[in-house]
């Protein structure tokens, strides 16, 4: 069971990244999948979900009209499209799973069991 998370890179304000993670094929088809981001010094936080067939979608406040999540079961990859981006939005983005068989996609951290091991995103101003 793995996730890798990639797309992390510099962009300055205003710009536009794309996160994928490539999900091992028992935790694509099955599972809720989310993004989380954690700031220097600051706790990680929830960013975005989706479940398992994409009719379940999530958004933090924070990101809400700026992220689009979407998930592709034949290429086993979930990605992250983010515009707009703020210096606010400078994290390490991780990937996380769900149990295979969870059909709901969930804002809490303690909720997913498998991670990835995070991309840097940083935003400039």
């Known amino acids: 069971v793995q996730l890798q998370a990639y797309g992390g890179g510099l962009v300055q304000a205003g710009g536009s990244l794309r996160l994928s993670c490539a999900a091992s094929?028992?935790?694509?088809?099955?599972?809720?999948v989310g993004w989380f981001r954690q700031a220097p010094g600051k706790e990680r936080e929830f960013v975005a979900t989706?479940?398992?067939?994409?009719?379940?979608?999530y958004y933090a406040d924070s990101v809400k009209g700026r992220f689009t999540i979407s998930r592709d079961n034949a290429a086993n990859t979930i990605y992250l499209q983010m515009n707009n981006l703020s210096p606010e939005d400078t994290a390490i983005y991780y990937c996380?799973?769900?149990?295979?068989?969870?059909?709901?996609?969930?804002?809490?951290?303690?909720?997913?069991?498998?991670w990835g091991q995070g991309t840097l995103v940083t935003v400039s101003s």
């Open positions: 996380a799973a769900r149990f295979p068989g969870n059909v709901v996609a969930s804002r809490q951290i303690a909720d997913y069991v498998y």
């Open positions: 094929g028992r935790i694509m088809s099955n599972s809720p």
């Open positions: 989706i479940n398992g067939n994409g009719y379940m979608i």
